[in-house]
Each structure stands twice: as C-alpha cells, then as structure tokens.
C-alpha cells in the first residue's frame, strides 16, 4: 500500500485551505456542512472563485458522507458577502448543494433585498448568520431567506423561546448555533430547532463506573496480546476468533477500497504474515472507535479522519512510527463515544505512555501533532504552526476525508 504522504504529495493542491463543520438534523445526523475557507494569504474567502477545480473537489470529496454503508451528498453552507451578491460574481453553482448565507456585517439595503428576492426566486436558498434580534435592519430579510441561524450563546438561553415565537409567522428553518453541551442541544431540541452547530457531540456525557464491554472487550484483549514480544499470528487470531462476527467485519475492511489490497486477504493470520503486526493493531483501533451504542455516525467519522490526518503529518514530518500518531488522532475522542472520562479509559486501555500522554494533556511530539490537527478541523488556520507547506495540510484533510468514508462503508458492510 503506498504511504499516505506519497499518495498527498502526488494530490491536486487548492490554492485555499478548506475545512467543514457539520449541522445536525434533530437526530444527529449531519444534514449539511459549513465550509470553512482561507486564501494563500490567509485572507478569509467570502464566496467561490469560478474554478472548476475546486468546485469538483467540493462536490466530490467535502460533501461526501457514508450513511449505513451508502455513499451519499449533503449540501453546503457557503458564507457571502453583500459585495459578493451585488456584484454577482457568484458562480452558477448547483442550486440543490449549497445555501448561500448572509454575514452579521450584511448592510441590509433595498438593492440587496431586491437582489436577494431573484436569487431566491432562482432557486438558491439562504440563510442569514449573527442575527441580533434587538437590530431591526435584519427583519426586512426574514421573508425572504430560508434558514435562521441563532448563536444560543449570543443571545442567550433563556431569551430564545420568546424569540421563537416571534418568528414562528416567517416559516423559518431554525438553525442553533454554538451549541456547546448535550443539556443546551437538548433544550434547543424542545425549543422547536430543526438544525444544530457547534462542538456538542465533542463532549462526552459521564456516566460513573461505566466499563468497556462486549465486542470492545475482545479488541482490548487484541491489543493487550498485540503488545507482548512473543505474540504470533496464531496466538492474536486465536482471540479475535472469540467474536467470529468481528473477525469477519475486520477482514471486510483489510480488503475494502481504503487499503487496496492487490489480494484478497483470508484470515487474520495470514494478514499478518503478509503485513505484519502494526498493521492488525491499526484495524484493532479502527474498530475500537465504532460506536455500539448509539452516538452519531459523525462522531466515529471525526475520529477516523483525525487519525488519518496525524498519520499523515507525521509521515511528511518525518516522524518515527506514524501508526502511532494515527492511533492518537483516532482515539482523542473515545472518552466522548465511551461517555467515559480519558483518565479511567487509559487504565483500561493497554497503550504506550507517550500516546496516553497525548491523550490525557496533549503532550509531546504526538500532542503537538494532534493539536495541530484539531486547529485544522476548527477552521482556526491562522493559529497552524505551519508544520507544513500550507498546500499539504489541506490535501491531508481531503484524503482523510475520502479515506474515512471508504472505512465507515467497509465496516457497515
């Protein structure tokens, strides 16, 4: 298999730098992505430059999500300006993939209505961010946009209900943005909301005394088997074969599009006699960051593109043992799919200390790593402490992309 950073040096590269943020429906499923993007100069990108390039990547890889196993699009929200949509430089983008969406600094003026009204009447939906609802200037625009988006911590909890009722005659799609905390998502969910943003699903919900079962059982007996020096093939496929299903799910992944295997592989064994241990840990890992018990596709798909990412950082930094800084990125958030605190998951976990101690403070070369991805994924680009040409980390983004997706399909397979 070639390395990752051989196959992103090789990638077209984008004269921006791009990041999503996913927007939830009701139930968590992702309904749409955000995008975040930044120029060669770090300048903010308000609306899409006529380039079929990265528009085809767009539609290609950032809207790409696998949903039980099928390979499927969501839409995009794309940030405007008012000089943007006056000048209509806008490209003729398709109308069913992005909502374009108005800024909080919108000078609302009766030439922007008007222009509003015949992009809406094309066809286009739109959205308005940063709405204040003590400004009257943004009222005026609430006949014609589409989706609302409220900063809940802006405007603050308690004074939304009332302001819910105030919209209720404009037939809004209702967006909560910034929501931080399972308890404010769901007092937006009784509140009405159809959409939710922001870093909720981030935060793991503690549940006392929770321990590792089931299937999670026998990937923790794998790895702690994995660790031993005199460990074989034989010895750790002896362990895997406890959960036949598992085994079976962990050989449809081995041979799926996101290893391209030139042969079929038929046993754990022989996958090891052909690549090794570190590779079988990697699929352990892989399988250790499913969720079993009912959080959002999202969350395994954020896990699986962070550890992508480091991986392939640390290869085109020249760092020893990438796997390792893949097995970081991958587990950074499995006290949020564990609901379990990272300290009492890393008793339980048999890891080497330099990652425990990525995941518990982000410390050394891999904490750094991982830190640096985590700006990346927040759309923070001018705090990157340019690890690498700027190029590379967006194309390590999008091959993390489009590699987690082939994985999420492999293992509802």
């Not at 006056?86 to 009766?110: C, K, Q, Y």
Request: with cysteine; charged share 25%.
């Amino acid at each position: 298999m070639a390395s990752a950073a051989s196959q992103t040096s090789e990638a077209t590269q984008l004269p921006v730098l791009m990041a999503r943020q996913p927007i939830y429906t009701k139930s968590q499923d992702v309904a749409a992505y955000e995008l975040l993007f930044r120029d060669e100069e770090g300048n903010f990108v308000q609306g899409l430059k006529d380039d079929d390039a990265t528009l085809e990547v767009l539609l290609n890889t950032y809207s790409g999500i696998s949903k039980e196993g099928k390979p499927e699009s969501v839409p995009f929200f794309l940030k405007v300006t008012d000089q943007v949509l006056l000048s209509e430089s806008i490209p003729d983008l398709p109308r069913h993939r992005f909502v374009l969406e108005l800024l909080s600094h919108t000078e609302v003026t009766p030439v922007l209505i008007k222009r509003l009204q015949e992009l809406a009447q094309a066809g286009y939906r739109l959205a308005l961010s940063g709405f204040d609802p003590a400004d009257n200037k943004f009222f005026p625009l609430l006949k014609i946009i589409h989706v609302l988006k409220l900063d809940i911590q802006l405007i603050g909890l308690e004074r939304i209900p009332g302001l819910v009722q105030k919209l209720k005659p404009f037939n809004l799609e209702l967006l909560a943005d910034k929501v931080e905390t399972q308890d404010e998502f769901r007092q937006c969910l009784e509140m009405g909301f159809a959409l939710y943003m922001g870093y909720f699903l981030s935060k793991p919900t503690l549940v006392r005394g929770r321990k590792i079962t089931g299937n999670k059982l026998i990937l923790l007996e794998l790895l702690t088997e994995l660790q031993r020096p005199n460990a074989t093939a034989e010895s750790v496929q002896q362990i895997a074969l406890k959960d036949a299903a598992l085994t079976y799910k962990i050989l449809r992944v081995v041979n799926s599009a996101a290893f391209n295997m030139q042969r079929e592989i038929s046993s754990l064994s022989h996958a090891i006699a052909l690549l090794g241990m570190d590779q079988i840990r990697r699929w352990v890992m892989l399988f250790l960051s499913k969720s079993d018990n009912g959080k959002p596709d999202e969350l395994t798909r954020n896990m699986l593109v962070r550890g992508r990412m480091c991986e392939i950082l640390a290869e085109l930094t020249q760092h020893s043992e990438p796997l390792d800084y893949f097995i970081v990125g991958l587990l950074s958030q499995l006290d949020v799919l564990m609901d379990t605190d990272m300290e009492t998951l890393m008793t339980q976990v048999p890891l080497q200390q330099p990652i425990k101690d990525a995941l518990l403070g982000r410390l050394g070369e891999h904490g750094k790593l991982l830190k640096e991805v985590e700006i990346y994924e927040r759309g923070e680009f001018e705090s990157l402490h340019h690890l690498v040409e700027k190029p590379f980390y967006e194309v390590a983004y999008r091959h993390s992309l489009k590699w987690a997706e082939q994985v999420l399909q492999a293992m509802s397979n």
